[in-house]
């Protein structure tokens, strides 16, 4: 039996701390044996980990990064383990606790390993970390292009491109549930400058002026609510928005749009992509990074990045000529190549090949 220890920075509800609870699941069902080391925050997938058999340990959390370390070095010692560290910071404490034990890391965004540290250092501390890898998962081909171009991994030939897998169990009928009286675009990211919702605000303003019973559903929290909330209000639209902070369970919301916008800068996947499809709401998304690996390089619904007159353009579009996208076959054939066995599978071999 494969022992696998999972070091992450977080098991709060994220991009992925859910991707790495699909990945659980999978490798508890091939046999693995698998723990998880959480660092700090609340631990709100603890009792789903533990439902589906895995390990959920405390013993680094909410420590200083020195003690983190050598409470770690002292797990690990004389265990033949596989540590799969994922976030930078469990990546940091992980390169220093490894010992002798395969050392995989993966990667999950497409932008620096500290993001808001100065480049060279922010390259200095990913180098470090990659020497001391024995592979790297990128879990798409941007986020690989991203390393690359970043110069933030020592060798090119240690890292694996594995998609995230998606649990497509579900089936959903839309025709369920009960339709608002108004028009619903919505997006589900947190509120930070990546997501670009400063883009999506002011495109709905312009799209209220033919479509007024409309309203802007904004799902998460972040850094940015306020000035986005004062910036709604300067466009005229405050009372058309709905803010609602991130949810355990987002398709209650997606269920609730006719249509779903993601306006990023950058993603390294974009996970929710995958959940809008599974609902069967349209999707809207600008044309960067990980994004057309998710929707398909020529998908009709993709936008430039950052043009309000581009944005608008399609939600118009999808909202006049609704009968023109029927996009529930593209949606299934397109969740059929993210299937958790498939990235299981991949990542195993990663661990092998180790």
């Known amino acids: 039996m494969k022992s696998v220890i999972h070091c992450i920075t977080t098991i709060e509800r994220g991009g992925a701390e859910n991707q790495l609870y699909i990945l659980i699941k999978e490798q508890i069902k091939v046999g693995m044996?698998?723990?998880?080391?959480?660092?700090?925050g609340q631990p709100e997938l603890r009792d789903k980990l533990i439902l589906i058999g895995a390990e959920v340990l405390d013993l680094l959390h909410d420590k200083n990064l020195l003690l983190q370390i050598l409470v770690l070095k002292k797990f690990l010692k004389g265990k033949s383990i596989v540590l799969h560290a994922h976030l930078p910071r469990a990546e940091l404490i992980s390169c220093f606790a490894k010992g002798a034990n395969t050392f995989i890391i993966s990667r999950h965004n497409s932008e620096k390993f500290f993001p808001k540290a100065?480049?060279?250092?922010?390259?200095?501390?990913?180098?470090?970390?990659?020497?001391n890898i024995d592979n790297c998962v990128a879990i798409s081909g941007?986020?690989?292009?991203?390393?690359?171009?970043?110069?933030?991994?020592?060798?090119?030939?240690?890292?694996?491109?594995v998609h995230y897998g998606f649990n497509n169990e579900f089936v959903f009928q839309k025709d369920?549930?009960?339709?608002?009286?108004?028009?619903?675009?919505?997006?589900?990211?947190?509120?930070?400058?990546?997501k670009d919702h400063v883009t999506l605000l002011a495109a709905?303003?312009?799209?209220?002026?033919?479509?007024p019973n409309s309203k802007l559903m904004l799902i998460g929290n972040g850094e940015l609510k306020?000035?986005?909330?004062?910036?709604?209000?300067?466009?005229?639209?405050?009372?058309?928005?709905?803010?609602?902070?991130?949810?355990?369970?987002?398709?209650?919301?997606?269920?609730?749009?006719?249509?779903?916008?993601?306006?990023?800068?950058?993603?390294?996947f974009g996970l929710v992509l995958l959940e809008a499809m599974q609902v069967n709401v349209p999707v809207i998304a600008s044309n960067n990074s990980s994004i057309p690996e998710v929707l398909g390089e020529?998908?009709?619904?993709?936008?430039?990045?950052?043009?309000?007159?581009?944005?608008?353009?399609?939600?118009?579009?999808?909202?006049?000529?609704?009968?023109?996208?029927?996009?529930s076959e593209l949606y299934k054939s397109n969740l059929l190549k993210f299937e958790p066995d498939i990235m299981q599978k991949k990542i195993l071999l990663a661990y092998n090949s180790a």
């Open 33 to 40: 044996k698998v723990t998880v080391i959480y660092l700090k």
């Open 118 to 131: 100065p480049n060279f250092i922010s390259r200095f501390m990913s180098l470090f970390v990659t020497r």
């Open 142 to 161: 941007a986020v690989k292009a991203y390393i690359l171009s970043a110069h933030e991994i020592s060798n090119a030939k240690k890292i694996n491109v």
């Open 176 to 194: 369920l549930v009960q339709k608002n009286s108004y028009y619903v675009i919505g997006t589900i990211a947190r509120l930070v400058p990546q």
């Open 204 to 211: 709905f303003s312009q799209f209220l002026k033919t479509h």
């Open 226 to 268: 306020s000035d986005l909330v004062e910036f709604s209000k300067k466009l005229g639209i405050s009372e058309k928005v709905l803010w609602i902070d991130k949810t355990e369970n987002s398709y209650d919301l997606l269920y609730q749009m006719d249509l779903f916008v993601l306006p990023s800068k950058y993603e390294g």
């Open 298 to 327: 020529n998908y009709v619904g993709l936008f430039e990045t950052g043009n309000v007159g581009n944005l608008l353009k399609q939600m118009l579009d999808f909202f006049d000529n609704s009968s023109n996208f029927n996009l």
